[in-house]
């Protein structure tokens, strides 16, 4: 039976390749996202890329993948530092929960320190520049294989 799994990106993550490029990389959204599927194609798993602005969008998209997919890759954008809504979305979530990002969080300013992602997730993936997509992908892949 084939895996599904869910990538969802959140907040100002559709500017990639637009804006501070020193930070997030000359790739666009669209970029990366082609790479995630042409990455899953040669995995054999079915990936679902979504990107929202909008936090209680997020929370849907978490709870529809209760029953639909057996792992979800997320980059919260800013709602990793302040959302407990996704929080407790992620902790009813029971397949396998890969916390990503672009950039390492901890390494930035104090306010992006704390991850209520992170509480609710099983692994995480930071700093790696855009290439982390690929990573998480990979990493996922091992653990609901
Ligand atoms: O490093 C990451 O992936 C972040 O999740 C990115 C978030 C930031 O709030 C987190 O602390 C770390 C910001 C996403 C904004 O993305 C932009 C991309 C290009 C230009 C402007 C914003």
């Given at each position: 039976?084939?895996?599904?799994?869910f990538?969802?990106?959140?907040p100002?993550?559709?500017?990639l390749?637009?804006?501070?490029?020193?930070?997030?990389g000359?790739?666009?959204l669209a970029d990366?996202?082609?790479?995630?599927?042409?990455h899953?194609?040669?995995?054999?798993?079915?990936?679902?890329c979504?990107?929202?602005?909008?936090?209680?969008?997020?929370?849907?998209?978490?709870?529809?993948?209760?029953?639909?997919?057996?792992?979800?890759i997320?980059?919260?954008?800013?709602?990793?530092h302040?959302?407990?809504?996704?929080?407790?979305?992620?902790?009813?979530?029971d397949?396998?929960?890969?916390?990503?990002?672009?950039?390492?969080?901890?390494?930035r300013?104090?306010?992006r320190?704390?991850s209520?992602v992170?509480?609710?997730?099983?692994?995480?993936?930071?700093?790696?520049?855009?290439?982390?997509?690929?990573?998480?992908?990979?990493?996922?892949?091992?653990?609901?294989?």
């Amino acid at each position: 039976m084939s895996k599904t799994i869910f990538l969802l990106n959140g907040p100002n993550l559709n500017l990639l390749g637009f804006r501070e490029p020193e930070i997030y990389g000359h790739e666009t959204l669209a970029d990366v996202e082609a790479r995630c599927m042409e990455h899953a194609e040669m995995l054999g798993v079915t990936l679902e890329c979504r990107q929202s602005n909008h936090e209680g969008v997020l929370v849907d998209w978490i709870q529809e993948a209760r029953g639909k997919a057996d792992a979800i890759i997320l980059n919260a954008g800013a709602y990793t530092h302040t959302s407990i809504a996704i929080h407790d979305a992620l902790k009813a979530y029971d397949g396998y929960k890969m916390e990503l990002h672009i950039s390492d969080p901890k390494q930035r300013e104090a306010f992006r320190h704390i991850s209520y992602v992170e509480l609710a997730s099983d692994g995480l993936i930071a700093g790696k520049g855009v290439d982390g997509y690929i990573l998480a992908l990979d990493t996922v892949m091992e653990k609901i294989a």
